[in-house]
């Protein structure tokens, strides 16, 4: 069915809904045919190629809005087929698109998020690109960027699985491109490559069990379309139950990879040698939230499968607070925030794996808001303190004050910040606000998210409430830890004492963030009448999506063990406390003082309790050792050098000797030369005929003619 044909009855502005893939690529093309070219001839070309990059993100946003106008007037939605794409026997599918409340809501986050992000990186990698030495690459991020939104709408906007797992593995693939995007950066020349290469191999540990999931779903139902699925789930659940668990189970899988669940989270905090920009739209907008999304969309089938819904709720739970844990005691302000991210994306996969989907799915949101403004503002930071640390090295009379500091000077360790609320006043402002609503504390956004979960928790899964209870307080303390220690006290190196504050380009989509992490919670407080973002899903989700509840008691828990949490951090990291901890002498001074009191536990946290060692030793050493072996000892000793050397070669070379002095020389040429020394020798008795005398000749043929006049006679 063509497009036209499908849509010419659509209502409103249903039809466009294509253009949300159609723009990004749109804009990609464009800068890859005609961006290098503006970059030569333009003095603003790095405007127009990242303005090009954020008009194609920003209209792909319009189009969400108008296509959320469109489900105010019609709930019930509508599937839009664009083509034919797969026709192989059975198998029939088509490349569709599922507008209802569910994808329109993933649209916006993508798309609006994504937009901000877009027009923050123009600035941040315009001084990003000069820092690393290239500006050359300023297109490539952009040409990047444009097609992590295109894959992004796709995997959220199709109405089938195949469709959603074709965005599910762009995704991926941009995830690739990016976080390597500095391939040759990092440590030994090879660290970025190496954290690019971890994603794309833990994230296809999870789509393997993806497409486990699909092969049987196709096997089950005989089609990948959700709503065809959704259908005939009760029935397969009483006839083939073990199917559904299986299919539930794969699909876990699949998003303990691309949410970064236990056990396959490592790659997300590696995630973060991509610049700023590329973390903020994997964290907040983009790949991590697929998993989540994944299972809200697939509600139906897991409600009917409590087996599965306990280990989605128990991965996320305990994800929720074994990386909430590790937070404490990270240095990198970005990896801080990842470890945060996993920690968040654990209450959402508790939430959805509870089946209180509306609760998981308004997290998503408020998350998308306050993160973003995290990670955004923290490369806001680094900036500030390379710029001041370029100032200082290019300034002969400030020169001086980089003694014990010039050398291996990371701008994302916390530890060289100090008093940057001063220097950088907005940014200061608006990561005060991010952290808050992370930390949970009303009435920013991130409460009334957090809450409800733990609200839907507490009534029928009291350890998941615990876990996450427990992940809350210490979120709490890791975001008080990380604003002390960055913008609070003095400055402790000179790159921090001459910080600058970030263009307006780079601020101006903070400060929208920060209005949207202070107010987004709005969208769905837990009070009869204003259950907004629950009515709007239900229309998707049905009787699955319940409006949260308002559990006074739980709130009062949750947010007072957050301020204890809060001032313990504050007694911890405190200006003048930490300032007296700097001045201890440095061979007597632990890295943190909070070692002071846990000891070897801070060193568990400290070296993420040692999970990716644990995987060197488990699997990659034994698997680098058998590759080794296999390359070595099968490969090379035993294939090249035992069997190719020695049985193939010297075979053909034995019979290569047999066929040349045996059969050849001893046969063909023998049989040859034979017939040349028996020609030789007739020849030498022929020849005795020839005498050249003519008598001789006349005698012969007077013999030869009475010899034939006899014969006749005689006949």
């Known amino acids: 069915m063509f497009f036209e044909e499908a849509v010419s009855s659509g209502p409103q502005f249903f039809n466009l809904v294509p253009w949300i893939v159609f723009f990004p690529v749109i804009g990609l093309l464009f800068n890859i045919f005609f961006g290098g070219r503006i970059l030569e001839r333009s003095r603003a070309g790095e405007k127009i190629v990242g303005g090009v990059a954020s008009l194609a993100a920003g209209l792909s946003f319009l189009v969400s809005v108008l296509l959320a106008i469109s489900l105010n007037g019609h709930p019930e939605g509508m599937v839009v087929p664009l083509a034919d794409w797969i026709n192989i026997g059975e198998l029939n599918i088509r490349w569709a698109f599922q507008v209802d409340t569910l994808s329109v809501t993933m649209m916006l986050v993508v798309s609006g998020v994504g937009t901000l992000i877009h027009i923050y990186a123009i600035g941040y990698m315009h001084e990003d690109v000069r820092h690393n030495g290239d500006p050359g690459r300023f297109r490539r991020f952009f040409v990047f960027m444009n097609l992590f939104i295109a894959a992004m709408m796709i995997l959220v906007s199709g109405d089938n699985y195949m469709m959603l797992f074709v965005g599910w593995e762009g995704v991926g693939l941009c995830s690739y491109l990016l976080i390597g995007f500095w391939y040759e950066k990092g440590k030994d020349g090879i660290g970025n490559a190496l954290a690019a290469k971890k994603a794309m191999v833990t994230n296809r540990i999870g789509d393997f069990g993806f497409l486990l999931a699909a ?21 397969v659940a009483v006839a083939n139950p073990g199917a559904l668990l299986f299919i539930t189970i794969c699909l876990l899988i699949g998003v303990t990879g691309k949410s970064a669940q236990l056990p396959l989270y490592v790659w997300l905090p590696d995630a973060m040698a991509g610049p700023t920009p590329v973390s903020a739209l994997i964290h907040a907008a983009t790949m991590v939230t697929a998993g989540v999304y994944l299972v809200a969309r697939s509600a139906e089938i897991y409600v009917l499968v409590p087996t599965a819904q306990f280990w989605v709720t128990l991965v996320g739970s305990v994800t929720a607070l074994f990386a909430a844990t590790i937070a404490v005691g990270q240095f990198d302000i970005k990896k801080v925030l990842a470890y945060s991210t ?27 808001f306050f993160k973003a403004l995290l990670f955004l503002s923290s490369g806001s930071v680094i900036q500030g303190l390379e710029r001041g640390h370029h100032h200082v090295e290019h300034d002969p009379k400030l020169k001086k004050q980089l003694k014990g500091h010039a050398h291996d000077f990371d701008p994302q360790d916390m530890r060289n910040m100090g008093g940057l609320r001063e220097r950088m006043k907005i940014t200061y402002w608006v990561y005060l606000i991010g952290a808050i609503a992370l930390a949970g504390i009303p009435p920013l956004a991130g409460f009334w998210s957090k809450d409800e979960i733990l609200a839907d928790a507490s009534k029928e899964f009291s350890w998941a409430y615990t876990l996450l209870t427990l992940a809350a307080i210490f979120t709490a ?13 003095k400055a402790r190196t000179p790159a921090a004492e001459h910080a600058e504050e970030s263009p307006l380009v780079v601020t101006a989509p903070l400060m929208i963030l920060a209005v949207l992490s202070f107010f987004g919670g709005l969208i769905n407080l837990p009070f009869d009448g204003f259950h907004q973002f629950a009515h709007w899903l239900e229309h998707t989700l049905g009787e699955y999506a319940h409006p949260g509840e308002f559990i006074l ?11 204890v949490s809060l001032a313990l951090g504050w007694w911890l990291y405190n200006p003048r406390r930490y300032e007296e901890f700097w001045a201890i002498p440095a061979a007597r001074r632990p890295d943190d003082p909070l070692r002071s009191y846990i000891g070897p536990i801070y060193e568990a946290l400290k070296n993420k309790y040692w999970v990716d060692e644990l995987y060197w030793a488990v699997f990659l050493n034994p698997y680098i050792d058998l590759s080794r072996f296999l390359a070595d000892v099968i490969d090379w000793r035993f294939w090249h050098d035992w069997f190719h050397d020695r049985v193939i070669m010297g075979g053909y070379n034995l019979l290569t000797r047999l066929l040349a002095i045996r059969i050849d020389l001893g046969g063909i040429d023998a049989a040859a030369n034979g017939l040349a020394v028996l020609t030789q020798r007739v020849a030498e008795r022929l020849r005795q005929v020839q005498t050249g005398y003519v008598r001789n000749y006349a005698l012969s043929i007077f013999v030869g003619v009475v010899i034939i006049l006899g014969y006749l006679l005689l006949r």
Do not use: N
Not at 344 to 349: D, E, K, P, T, Y
Not at 477 to 489: K, N, P, S
């Open 477 to 489: 303390f890791y975001m008080t830890r990380q604003i002390l220690m960055v913008f609070f006290g």
């Open 342 to 368: 996993i920690s968040q994306l654990g209450f959402m996969v508790a939430a959805v794996g509870m089946g209180a989907f509306v609760a998981g799915m308004f997290h998503l949101v408020t998350h998308a």
């Open 553 to 563: 008691v739980v709130a009062l828990l949750s947010t007072g063990l957050a301020l």
């Open 215 to 235: 092969f049987t779903i196709f096997w089950t139902f005989g089609t990948f379309k959700f709503h065809a699925i959704f259908e005939k789930a009760p029935e």
